[in-house]
């Protein structure tokens, strides 16, 4: 099959990266021809995180998938990550839409809240999800979500290539504990509400410290013993791997339900125990107690480190727990065993079956005779 695949950013987007970039070459190597075609490229991320603009690369990005859009009957399946055109009408979308034999549109957040103070947008979402021909999303929120104007959803979690990742358990013993986070400097904020847990945690245990990966050069230190490192794709592993227990707080709201745990899934790939917020896919990944905490308030977060910091072994059991998880069901080839599913659907028009929990839907109609819903 010929594959057209379009990320919203270049492989430096963290979100673009693992919905869309990392199944490329499974995708060559089953077989079928593959291209990508970005909205924006990496100098976008690395001007937004630097300046909090990019407006030059996006009138680049807009021109040329405006451009590329003009291919899309040469290829069997298009697959976008959320949308083709963002801060468009939808019917530029759906007459494009309309030129594709196959269209699966993947969605990793709650994209549908960005347009909410959009009167001429706000149904611009729903209307792609009824269009596309299957949409995968990452997790049982947003499902719940396209259900609501579609049958055809597949749920693929966000997952990693576990091969890559080295358990923490397995290198030489320290006197000092680290606490990790990753993410990027918009998400940053994310920890400012956790400074007074943090600073309580470095005065009750002066040999503990924090790792930032990606905070950027404005996070502010507040007198806290903490190392902010840039990310990069060929560190962050071992930038991680060198921990011993990583943090996901995050505040409670709409957009943050239909989050991925993105970070919780690294952490575990790790062998780290996790400290997360109780919000949205949190509360399924994190089993209280097995593989890491869930916090809810400022006490439960001081409890809760403490006890970690405090417990090698407790760190080590709830840590090997929590890879056990990640292989178990979002690694690599997991996800790729769901996409394969898809696209075999798409080739041999089998019906599409009843939705039950996490299970992909086959397509009901043959690749040739697709027609979109007016919407």
């Not at 043959?366 to 027609?371: A, G, K, V």
Request: with cysteine.
């Amino acid at each position: 099959m010929r594959i057209l695949l379009l990320p919203r950013y270049g492989p430096q987007g963290a979100s673009s990266r693992y919905r869309i970039w990392q199944y490329a070459p499974l995708f060559e190597r089953a077989g079928h021809e593959v291209e990508v075609q970005p909205l924006v490229d990496d100098g976008y991320v690395k001007e937004l995180y630097k300046t909090g603009r990019g407006l030059k690369w996006l009138a680049a990005g807009y021109a040329r998938r405006l451009l590329g859009l003009l291919r899309v009957r040469r290829f069997d399946v298009v697959i976008c990550e959320q949308e083709v055109l963002p801060f468009l009408p939808e019917s530029i979308e759906l007459f494009f839409l309309s030129r594709c034999r196959r269209f699966f549109a993947d969605y990793d957040d709650a994209a549908y809240t960005k347009y909410s103070r959009w009167a001429a947008l706000r149904q611009k979402i729903p209307k792609l999800i009824a269009a596309a021909d299957t949409v995968v999303v990452g997790n049982d929120h947003l499902a719940r979500y396209a259900r609501q104007f579609t049958r055809r959803v597949c749920i693929i979690p966000t997952v990693v290539d576990l091969a890559r990742y080295w358990r923490r358990w397995e290198s030489a013993p320290r006197d000092t504990v680290r606490v990790a986070w990753i993410g990027t400097p918009h998400t940053a904020k994310f920890l400012k509400p956790l400074i007074p847990v943090m600073e309580r945690l470095q005065y009750e245990h002066p040999t503990m410290s924090f790792r930032l990966i990606g905070a950027g050069n404005g996070f502010l230190r507040n007198g806290l013993r903490l190392e902010v490192l840039a990310w990069s794709e060929q560190t962050e592993i071992d930038l991680l791997s060198e921990c011993d227990i990583g943090i996901m707080p995050l505040p409670d709201g709409e957009f943050m339900r239909g989050k991925c745990g993105l970070k919780l899934v690294q952490y575990m790939a790790c062998g780290l125990p996790t400290v997360a917020s109780p919000v949205g896919v949190n509360t399924e990944m994190v089993e209280e107690g097995k593989n890491g905490f869930l916090a809810a308030s400022d006490d439960e977060w001081l409890e809760k480190l403490d006890r970690l910091v405090r417990h090698p072994e407790l760190r080590r059991s709830l840590g090997e727990a929590g890879r056990s998880k990640v292989e178990a069901g979002y690694t690599l080839e997991h996800g790729f065993a769901k996409w394969q599913e898809i696209l075999e659907g798409a080739q041999s028009g089998r019906d599409f079956e009843q939705p039950h929990d996490g299970q992909c839907l086959r397509p009901k109609r043959p690749l040739q005779s697709i027609q979109h819903p007016s919407v």
